[in-house]
């Protein structure tokens, strides 16, 4: 099947108890069959207060009350070979004061095409999402801007087939845009392969080597300079019992046009669950790329615990650490604590609290303290 024949796809959906059957008909290929299609749809609606979201110094911050309204609904369809997913999202963000955090209706949409075949798999994907420069994934790439608006779009094509009957070969490729409506920021582009030799060593331990090639092009008339990132690792992962699982890593990590040398990079995750506890720790070092100059070193970390109360509630504690290097070195931390509690078999009531502070070079320390209460609707299966 080719790119053209995935975009060709025309169906004919047939809505049954929580699954629908189609007719995939595919116009340049000629061929007709049936797949089966899951759906489901959440709803999550927060009322927020945050004593600082632009995280500035404590004699400027300003505080907001915050609305956000966030409908998510998935779409998975199934046949012998093929898999095809589609997801569509909307952030919609009311302020109490746009003047700091502006009224926003950040779109989401995300496409993915699998097929298995005798030895692997391969597959295309593709995703646009808009995000304020102040949401926590644009915040952990290193960037402390005001609020703005990151467009980011990507297009990635992954190919996977057996070598052995204990190793796999993956290959993995992705084109991502990143741009940005505020000045302060550099709009970039960023090509990346990795290439990964996976083997199965035992039915609990999994070795694998990788290596990554990056290309990080920024925005021309930018005055900032192109540059390239490669990356080297070997790790494993190990399955300790049915509860327990550790994986880690290490290698190197080298940046065209840097004054320095090869740069050690590495990883460590650990995962416990249990029946009603859970619990991850997670430690790294990456090269990532950012609107703020390029390729920058990341270390972090994360710690996540949580306990089942009872069949209905649950509480956690979520605790981060990231110091990321670059033209605007920054320390993030932040310490949240919360409790859910199931209202029905359709609706979820979780209260929050975060605490956040900003280290930054040149830039006065910043705490910000945020109280939230979410409601969720979900139906698992339209």
């Known amino acids: ?70 409908p ?20 919609v963000v009311r302020s109490s004061d746009t003047s700091i955090v502006r009224d926003r209706e950040d779109p989401k949409l995300l496409l993915g095409w699998q097929r298995d075949t005798e030895k692997g798999a391969y597959g295309l994907t593709a995703s646009y999402v808009e995000s304020s420069t102040l949401s926590s994934e644009v915040q952990e790439t290193g960037v402390i801007a005001t609020d703005g608006t990151q467009k980011q779009s990507t297009l990635g094509g992954n190919w996977r087939t057996a070598v052995t009957e ?4 993956i290959d993995e490729v992705e084109y991502t845009n990143v741009d940005y409506d505020i000045g302060s920021l550099t709009p970039y582009d960023e090509l990346s392969n990795q290439l990964s030799w996976n083997y199965t060593w035992s039915e609990r331990v999994e070795l694998f080597t990788r290596f990554s090639a990056r290309r990080y092009e920024p925005k021309s008339g930018s005055g900032v300079a192109s540059s390239n990132s490669y990356t080297p690792t070997t790790g494993f992962n190990y ?19 840097s004054n320095s040398g090869p740069t050690g990079q590495g990883g460590f995750n650990l995962h416990y669950a249990g029946e009603r506890f859970d619990t991850t720790l997670d430690a790294s070092r990456s090269t990532i790329a950012n609107g703020n100059g390029g390729f920058v070193e990341s270390n972090n970390l994360r710690g996540t615990w949580s306990y089942s109360i ?15 290097k670059g033209q605007s ?18 609706w979820v009531a979780r209260l929050s609290y975060t605490y956040k502070q900003r280290l930054q070079d040149g830039l006065p320390d910043a705490t910000a303290n945020v109280v939230g209460l979410t409601l969720t609707y979900s139906y698992p299966e339209l």
Request: proline content about 3%; charged content about 20%.
């Open 1 to 70: 099947m080719t790119l053209r024949d995935v975009l060709g796809l025309s169906f004919l959906m047939l809505r049954t108890t929580g699954a629908a059957t189609a007719i995939l008909m595919l116009p340049y290929s000629g061929v007709a069959y049936a797949a089966t299609w899951q759906s489901s749809i959440a709803l999550p609606s927060t009322v927020e207060y945050d004593s600082n979201p632009v995280l500035l110094g404590d004699d400027a911050k300003k505080a907001v009350t915050r609305t956000i309204i966030a």
């Open 72 to 91: 998510d609904f998935s779409l998975v369809g199934t046949s012998d070979l093929d898999e095809l997913r589609i997801g569509l999202g909307l952030n």
């Open 166 to 169: 204990r190793s796999s070969l």
């Open 239 to 257: 399955k300790i019992s049915e509860q327990l699982e550790v994986s880690a890593y290490v290698g190197a990590n080298q940046v065209s046009g």
């Open 310 to 324: 009872d069949e209905l509630s649950r509480a956690g504690i979520d605790t981060s650490w990231q110091k990321t």
């Open 329 to 346: 070195p920054s320390t993030l931390r932040n310490f949240n604590v919360w409790a859910s509690r199931e209202l029905s078999p359709f």
